[in-house]
C-alpha cells in the first residue's frame, strides 16, 4: 500500500480468532487488519483488551463471509463477528460526516482508502494498524510519538476536539494511562475547546475520569486542571486547588493534598474516588483563628454531601457512591495513641466490616499527603491499629449483629415481641459485646438480669 507508511520490523501476535477474521476477509478478496488501541498496546507490550478490525469490506458483504454477527453499528460500518463467545467488532473503511453533537458524526461515507480511515481517529498512537502480511501500517507518525512519549492529534487538534469532544478528556486519560505528556498544538486546542466538554453525557466523562484516576499516574488531573477540563467536568477541584491550607499539619493547597493522596493510594476504584473526594467539602468549610490558623470543622461529612451530589450528576452506581460516601465521611475518624482494640471494634461496627480495612488505606494515603509534622507519631498509630484490628479479626471477635451469639429468635422465644423492643435490644448487647467481647456467649447475653438491663421486659 504505497499510500501508507509500512513498518515491516515490528511484529505484533495477534490472537488465533481475530486471525482467522483477517484470513477470511483476506480470502475473499477484502483488505483487513487489527487497528487502534491493540496495535498500540501490543507496541507498548501491554495485554490490549479488545482486537478491533478494520476492512475495506462493506457490512452486508462482512456479514456474508461469517456464520454468526451482531449489527453493533451498523449504520456506521461495524458488525461484531462471534467467533465461540468471544466477539470481535468489524468496521468498513469510512469518512465521518459533519459533527453536529460535538460526539457523532451525523452521517459516515465508506471508502476503499485505509489511510483516510486512520485520518479520521483521535490520536496518532490509536491510528495504527497491522497484519502479518504488510507488518505495521503507520500513516502519521505514531511510532515516532510512541518513542516520543508524546499524545498528538491526528491532522488539525482543533478539527478532532471539535468533531468529538470526548478525545479531550481521552488525552487526559492516556496521557495518564502511558506516562505521556501532551503535544503542545494538542494542549493548545483543549483549552480553546475544554467548554465543549458539557456537551458529552455524563456516563462518558464518568467513565474516561475513572480511567484516568485509576491509571498509574492519577496525579495527570493537574494536566486536566491547568488546561480548564475539571473547570467544566469537577468545578468543585478547582476551587479545592485555590483554597490554601495554612497549618501544621498541611503543606499543600486543598486541591494538591487531594492529589497526591491519589498517588499515594493503590489503583482501586473506590479508593482513588474515596481520596478525590475525601476533602471537597473543605473550601466550604474554611475558617481562620486569631494566629491565622485555617481549620476545616465538618469538613468530612460536607465532603460526603458533595461527594454524593457529584456522583449523582455523573451517573455513579449507587453501590460505588454508598462505599465513596461512607469512607470519605468516616475518613477523619480520630484514632490515637489512646485508642484501644474496643475503640477499633467500634470504629469497625460504624464504618463497616467492607470498608474498614480501606479506611486504613485511606487513612495511610491521607497521612502521607500531609506534612512531616508529627509523622513518626502517625505512622506508630496507624500501624498499632492495623495491628490490633488483625488481631481481633484473628480472634474472631464480634463486630456485627450477625456475629452476635443471640438472635432474634432466641428473644422472641425468651418471650420478647419482634419489633422496635427486640430491635433494641439487640442493638444494647452488640454495645456491651464491643466493648468485651468476652461477653459475646448466649448464656451471658441470655441471664435475664442481663436481658433487663439490655431493655427488655422479662419476668
Known amino acids: 500500500m504505497n499510500e501508507n507508511k509500512q513498518n515491516n520490523s515490528i511484529k505484533i501476535e495477534i490472537p488465533q480468532k481475530a486471525e482467522q477474521i483477517l484470513n477470511t476477509l483476506h480470502q475473499a478478496g477484502y483488505e483487513a487488519y487489527v487497528v487502534g488501541g491493540c496495535v498500540r498496546d501490543s507496541i507498548l507490550g501491554r495485554i490490549p483488551g479488545d482486537w478491533d478490525i478494520t476492512t475495506d469490506a462493506r457490512p452486508q458483504e462482512v456479514k456474508k463471509l461469517f456464520r454468526r454477527t451482531i449489527d453493533t453499528g451498523i449504520a456506521h460500518g461495524t458488525v461484531t463477528i462471534m467467533l465461540g463467545s468471544d466477539g470481535y467488532e468489524v468496521t468498513t473503511y469510512r469518512i465521518d460526516g459533519e459533527y453536529a453533537d460535538s460526539r457523532h458524526p451525523k452521517d459516515v461515507t465508506f471508502t476503499a482508502s485505509l489511510r483516510e480511515d486512520l485520518r479520521r481517529r483521535d490520536f496518532t498512537i490509536n491510528a495504527m494498524a497491522y497484519n502479518q502480511e504488510e507488518g505495521l501500517i503507520d500513516a502519521f507518525d505514531g511510532i515516532k510519538d510512541i518513542h516520543r512519549k508524546v499524545i498528538r492529534c491526528v491532522g488539525d487538534p482543533m478539527e ?49 475520569l475513572v480511567k484516568m484516576l485509576c491509571s498509574d499516574h492519577p496525579g495527570r488531573i493537574r494536566d486536566a486542571y491547568d488546561m480548564g477540563i475539571t473547570g467544566i467536568v469537577l468545578p468543585e477541584f478547582d476551587t479545592c486547588m485555590k483554597t490554601p491550607q495554612n497549618h501544621p499539619h498541611h503543606m499543600y493547597s486543598v486541591g494538591e493534598h487531594i492529589v497526591v493522596s491519589m498517588e499515594n493510594v493503590r489503583a482501586d476504584r473506590v479508593l482513588r474516588l474515596t481520596m478525590l473526594f475525601h476533602d471537597i467539602g473543605k473550601p466550604m468549610t474554611i475558617s481562620e483563628d486569631q494566629d491565622g490558623i485555617h481549620h476545616f470543622y465538618g469538613h468530612a461529612v460536607r465532603s460526603a454531601g458533595i461527594a454524593r451530589e457529584i456522583m449523582l450528576r455523573l451517573k455513579f452506581d449507587r453501590e460505588t457512591m454508598t462505599r465513596v460516601c461512607n469512607l470519605v465521611r468516616f475518613h477523619d475518624l480520630h484514632i490515637g495513641q489512646e485508642t484501644t482494640p474496643a475503640d477499633v471494634r467500634m470504629a469497625v461496627f460504624k464504618v463497616g466490616e467492607k470498608d474498614f480495612p480501606l479506611l486504613l488505606e485511606v487513612k495511610r494515603a491521607d497521612m502521607l499527603a ?90
Do not use: W
Not at 500501624?383 to 428473644?411: F, H, N
Open 370 to 459: 500531609q506534612s512531616m509534622y508529627q509523622r513518626d507519631i502517625k505512622e506508630a498509630v496507624l500501624a498499632r491499629v492495623q495491628t490490633m484490628y488483625e488481631d481481633i479479626l484473628e480472634a474472631g471477635e464480634c463486630l456485627s449483629l450477625k456475629q452476635l451469639a443471640v438472635r432474634g429468635q432466641d428473644l422472641i422465644a425468651a418471650g420478647i415481641s419482634p419489633g422496635k423492643e427486640l430491635g433494641e435490644v439487640l442493638q444494647a448487647m452488640l454495645m456491651e459485646v464491643l466493648q468485651h467481647p468476652e461477653c459475646n456467649t448466649r448464656e451471658y447475653l441470655m441471664e435475664p438480669s442481663h436481658l433487663r438491663k439490655y431493655g427488655a421486659r422479662v419476668v
Open 160 to 208: 478532532r476536539f471539535g468533531e468529538d469532544a470526548l478525545r479531550i478528556m481521552r488525552a487526559i486519560r492516556f496521557s495518564a494511562q502511558l506516562d505521556y505528556s501532551v503535544e503542545e498544538q494538542t494542549q493548545l486546542a483543549i483549552r480553546a475547546l475544554a467548554p465543549t466538554l458539557s456537551k458529552i453525557s455524563a456516563e462518558r466523562i464518568q467513565t474516561e
